[in-house]
């Protein structure tokens, strides 16, 4: 990687990252006497892959729900695409263009893998019923619109053999898959994943992974993810943010967090003070 300017930077992969998309200035949550995260400032930038790691309860997924609207926090300001955003709801957020995978899997189990990837498309969808029947044009355009990008993320996961099937019949690996399906049904320009690989075989990581850096590498998207594998951080993420009880004790290329003593302790298990 060369040097980070305002502009971005080269990866070493050769990738062109842009300027900074979304900041996080000094942001503190607290729930009740629990403090989840502690005064913690990263940016992530156009086109990056930026990982958040951490141990367990470092406040990963808070950091996470932060982003995405779930929690508003007591201290700090979001910042996204250089403007200050006021507190908003999940939905707010989601059509601001960010969209999210849970880090337990939040699917419709009853209905199918096509129908839990349509509702990735909400957000989209400006007919209310109302509209919907004055002009009936008008929605039945809007949904073959939605249908075509659905099904083009259907071809690019490589689930077309399972659009029908209910979401409950299928393995883990693949529900996991359908739950990405779903967010990038909603053409986000940031995409949110918490612990996309936890549970998976090797296989299943191995696909996860690739599905991972071709979204980014064919619609530009825009990544963060929490992930416990080192190894697989290593090999997708181009910056990396480590936690550690809240605060964060890392920000940097892998291999600048990886020589880190802060970050080597904190994953050996060293007292803190
Ligand atoms: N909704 C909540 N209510 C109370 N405490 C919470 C809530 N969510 C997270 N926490 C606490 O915040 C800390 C960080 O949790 P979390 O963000 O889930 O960590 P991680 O994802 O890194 O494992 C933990 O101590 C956890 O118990
Ligand atoms: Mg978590």
Known sequence: MNQISDEGYITADGRKIGAVMMEMKNITLRFGGVKAITDI?????????????GPNGAGKSSM????????????????????????????QVAQQGIA???????????MSVLDNVMTGRLTHMKSGMLSQAIWKGKAEREEVANREVVEKVIDFLEIQAIRKTPVARLPYGLKKRVELARALAAEPKLLLLDEPMAGMNVEEKEDMSRFILDVNDEFGTTIALIEHDMGVVMDLSDRVVVMDYGKKIGDGTPDEVRNNQNVIDAYLGVAHD
Do not use: C
């Open 41 to 53: 400032s990263f940016d992530i930038r156009q086109g990056e892959i930026r990982a958040i790691i």
């Open 100 to 110: 999210r995978t849970f880090q337990n899997i939040a699917l419709f189990e009853g």
């Open 64 to 91: 996470l729900n932060v982003i995405s609207g779930f929690y508003i926090p007591q201290e700090g300001e979001v910042w996204f695409h250089g403007k200050k955003r006021a507190p908003m709801r999940p939905f």
